[in-house]
Structure formats: structure tokens, C-alpha cells
Nanobody, 128 residues
Framework: QVTLVESGGGSVQAGGSLTLSCAASGYSVKWSSVAWFRQAPEKEREGVAAICYTATTKVYGDSVQGRFTISKDVAANKVSLEMKNLKPEDAAMYFC?????????????????????RGQGTQVTVSS
């Protein structure tokens, strides 16, 4: 059974930072694309960041480019999302996801339907 458990969410003021973590069990993230998605109330799910194509190729959503960094700790089987200069519009439930087909093409890596496994999410709140 594959389980993804996110942690690290919380409440911060605008301009602050948070680092989210996703612990995977039952499946190795070493040779897989991994990603973070988010969804705010009454908004569509949005692809935030992903590792695609190779172990070092990363793609980001336009709204987080330059502020968020995705990384993967193969030894710990974890995926992280470092978020800096947070804005109120970054507030959402954040989910991690892992693909079951190896590394995805980058043009598919920010699409949730490309991923087989997804966690329950961790909430991020940003106050202005």
C-alpha cells in the first residue's frame, strides 16, 4: 500500500516562509516524478511544482516561479516544497503526488491526472 503523508503546513504572515514535507511509504520516489498541487476553496486545483523528465529537471507554476523550490530526498523517500515570500493568494490545501510511470514529460508534470498517488494534504494559511 502506497501512502503519502504531508506535513509542515501552518499559518504565516505575508512575506514569510514555510517548508512542506511529504513522506512516502510503500513506493520509492527515486525514479519517479513527484509534484505538489494546491487547491483553495472555490478555486481549481493548481499544479505548483514538479520534478519531471529527469531527477533534476523541475517545473513550476507561473504564480510561484522564483519563490518555491521542490526537492526530493531519495534516502529518506521524501519530497519537500520550500516556499518563500508567501502571499495571501498562496493560501490553500497543498498535496503531494507521485507518479507510477517513472519520470513524466515536463508538459504533463503539473497535471494532477498524470499522478497515481496523492496525499491527504496540509493546509497553508497566509495572512496579509
Amino acid at each position: 500500500q502506497v501512502t503519502l503523508v504531508e506535513s509542515g503546513g501552518g499559518s504565516v504572515q505575508a512575506g514569510g516562509s514555510l517548508t512542506l514535507s511529504c513522506a512516502a511509504s510503500g513506493y520509492s520516489v527515486k525514479w519517479s516524478s513527484v509534484a505538489w498541487f494546491r487547491q483553495a476553496p472555490e478555486k481549481e486545483r493548481e499544479g505548483v511544482a514538479a520534478i519531471c523528465y529527469t531527477a533534476t529537471t523541475k517545473v513550476y507554476g507561473d504564480s510561484v516561479q522564483g519563490r518555491f523550490t521542490i526537492s526530493k530526498d531519495v534516502a529518506a523517500n521524501k519530497v519537500s516544497l520550500e516556499m518563500k515570500n508567501l502571499k495571501p493568494e498562496d493560501a490553500a490545501m497543498y498535496f503531494c503526488a507521485v507518479a507510477s510511470v517513472g519520470f513524466l514529460p515536463c508538459d504533463k508534470a503539473l497535471h494532477a491526472e498524470s499522478y497515481k498517488y496523492r496525499g491527504q494534504g496540509t493546509q497553508v494559511t497566509v495572512s496579509s
